[in-house]
């Protein structure tokens, strides 16, 4: 059954579709306007031989009184006839002039060969005249003949009018389609209108970026909204976005792409950019901070949301920053603890910074010890110092940063991070000397001595490393093993109190107490002077000098 039901189906639809495409074939080969007329005149009779011996020389009254004469004996010889003959026959302008003698050769019928015949002979503004009458008074010209003269005369203005005064019927799609493209390319918005108001055919659908450009051009915002929505979807946002510059209309621009921001998969760095060009940094920023959530403050879009907030940030910001430190691994978290660190005031930064899960960590410590330098919290500072110096490996450069914040530290711990230089090859002018006081308060000489060593190889004209150094000898190896010691100090001592004090000490107790003598007259209400100037007068047994000396 279901066989025989598929027979008959095809024994239907073969006839029917084998006679549509005849029939779509047949309207294909039919022939155009242009070449029935042409035909037409392949078909007419040749002209009588009289007339025809007399096309190429005669003038224009001869061949008017022969037309008339051949026409009264029944010769079918007709004005438009001839005139196609005397083209043929190479004489347009007498075609022209033949037909202007003739009653018949201003009719409806010979308008169209007119029109063309003094358009080759370059006789535009004759034949723009015809064209004009015809349009302005309708006579009984053919439609297609005035649309052909208006293509041929490149007048498309005259096609509108043409449209309006009815001489033509409301163009169909096709036409009102070309007509609007020629209005929009010669800037003529206002032939639109007037088509539009003849009725003619909405070409509209078919160019909606014509129709686009054409609504933009009159102005008209109704036209131009229904224009961008008949575009392709991929195109209506930069067609809506185009308008809305040219237009200026910054607060549509600007609904526009906090909508589209709002769409799935939008490109929120680029939007961020077009509405900071709008002046809209407040919501830019909030793009920017939607695209960089969940990112590394090295990406495109931290960076650029960083340089947008600034130096100091809105405290919604800021509370986004913290929020940022808060999530995500723990290199990232460290990476926006430090962007937040530099965007807040020191106090601040440190309260938070010193509660984080990460505080403790070496490069968290070194941002709170910066800190804590920054906001003059000193407690603050020694607990970063104490973090740091608990025993961790600091490499280079950070013991380098921790040493130049190390201002206001607990002796203990400038003792400790002195030795860290130390041991690091690090040490600086002083390290060395100052750990050899630290040892020698400590009651270790031998550890003093061979810091001192190593200074003095450095520094060898250190004049307080030099009595350091003899004092320690001295405790070691007693006075004969810190004489050099002085001598070298001495050698780098300024006559003063200290090289009366290294004299005394090498036994040269005359000079010291001269130099002594000298430096009291200089400075007579010194007490130290005065002092080591008795203490000289007892050790040389001059006592009552030394009495007279201490009374004022």
């Known amino acids: 059954m279901r066989r025989q039901s598929s027979q008959r189906w095809m024994a239907v639809a073969l006839p029917v579709g084998a006679g549509v495409s005849v029939l779509a074939l047949g309207l294909f080969l039919m022939p155009s306007a242009r070449e029935v007329e042409q035909t037409a005149r392949r078909a007419a009779p040749p002209p009588h031989p009289e ?34 003959d005397l083209v043929a026959a190479g004489r347009p302008a007498v075609a022209i002039a033949y037909l202007a003698a003739r009653p018949d050769g201003a009719t409806p019928a010979t308008w169209a060969f007119r029109v063309e015949t003094l ?28 649309v052909a003269a208006g293509y041929a005369l490149d007048r498309p203005d005259l096609l509108v009018a043409a449209v309006r005064s009815g001489a033509i019927p409301p163009p169909d799609v096709r036409l009102a389609h070309d007509l609007a493209q020629r209005a929009e390319a010669q800037g ?24 686009l450009r054409v609504a933009q051009r009159i102005g008209d915002r109704a036209a131009t909204e229904r224009a961008i929505a008949a575009l392709p979807a991929a195109e209506r946002e930069g067609a809506r976005a185009d308008w809305l510059t040219r237009t200026g209309d910054r607060a549509g621009l600007h609904r526009m792409l906090l909508a589209r921001a709002a769409q799935p998969g939008a490109v929120l760095p680029d939007l961020a950019e077009r509405l900071l060009a709008l002046g809209a940094r407040d919501d830019a920023i909030a793009l920017l901070r939607r695209a960089a959530a969940g990112q590394s403050p090295a990406a495109p879009e931290g960076q650029r949301l960083l340089y947008l907030m600034g130096p100091r ?117 002083r390290d060395r000397l100052d750990l050899a006081w630290a040892a020698w308060n ?111």
């Open 188 to 211: 003529h918005g206002d032939w639109i209108v007037q088509l539009d108001q003849a009725g003619a055919a909405d070409w509209r659908a078919a160019d909606p970026w014509l129709a």
């Open 313 to 429: 940030p809105a405290p919604a910001d800021r509370e986004w920053l913290r929020q940022q430190a808060l999530s995500g691994p723990a290199d990232e978290q460290g990476r926006w603890l430090a962007a937040y660190a530099e965007r807040d005031a020191p106090a601040a930064a440190l309260a938070f910074v010193q509660r984080h899960p990460l505080a403790a960590r070496t490069d968290i410590a070194m941002l709170r010890l910066g800190l804590a330098q920054a906001a003059g919290e000193r407690g603050a500072a020694r607990a970063a110092m104490a973090t740091l110096l608990d025993g961790r490996t600091l490499d280079p450069a950070t013991l380098r940063r921790v040493s130049a914040w190390a201002g206001g530290l607990e002796p203990t711990q400038a003792r400790v991070l002195a030795e860290r230089r130390v041991a690091a090859g690090m040490a600086g002018p």
């Open 119 to 146: 358009r080759r002979l370059g006789r535009r503004a004759e034949a723009e005249a015809l064209l004009a009458e015809a349009v302005r008074r309708p006579i009984g010209v053919a439609p297609p003949a005035i």
């Open 51 to 84: 007339l025809a011996a007399m096309l190429p020389t005669a003038d224009v009254p001869t061949l008017a009184r022969l037309t008339r004469t051949l026409i009264a004996a029944g010769v079918a010889t007709s004005s438009l006839q001839v005139g196609y």
């Open 442 to 552: 400590a009651g270790d000489a031998a550890r003093t001595r061979d810091l001192l060593r190593d200074h003095l190889a450095e520094t060898p004209g250190d004049l307080s490393a030099l009595r350091l150094m003899a004092d320690a000898q001295a405790r070691l190896g007693g006075a004969a093993a810190a004489r050099p010691w002085l001598e070298r100090a001495l050698a780098q001592a300024p006559a003063g109190r200290v090289r009366a004090e290294l004299l005394d000490r090498l036994g040269r107790r005359g000079e010291a107490l001269a130099l002594v003598t000298d430096l009291r007259r200089a400075a007579p209400r010194d007490t130290e002077l005065a002092a080591l100037q008795a203490r000289l007068l007892i050790a040389s047994g001059q006592p009552g000098r030394a009495r007279a000396v201490l009374t004022p």
